[in-house]
């Protein structure tokens, strides 16, 4: 009889599960605050012109030493 007395738990659809669970983990976040989201958007930005920069003159570099080597 106690086995009869216990609920018997619907399964859970995998999709309702994800969801469930993200916004459980959303809400643990620290998301920063405005001030901190410009700096840090700003600092991206920069070492993206920055690593551009050095990648285009690599670039430049190895396409004038192939044309040295090649004689082109």
Do not use: H
């Not at 459980?24 to 901190?36: C, I």
């Amino acid at each position: 009889m106690a086995e009869k007395a216990k609920k018997v738990r619907k399964t859970e659809n995998g999709i309702q599960r994800y969801f469930r669970e993200t916004t459980g983990e959303l809400r643990k976040v620290s998301w920063p605050t405005w001030p901190e989201a410009k700096r840090l958007t700003g600092l991206v930005l920069l070492v993206m012109v920055v690593v551009g920069i050095f990648l285009a003159g690599m670039d430049y570099a190895a396409s004038e030493l192939l044309g040295l080597v090649l004689g082109l």
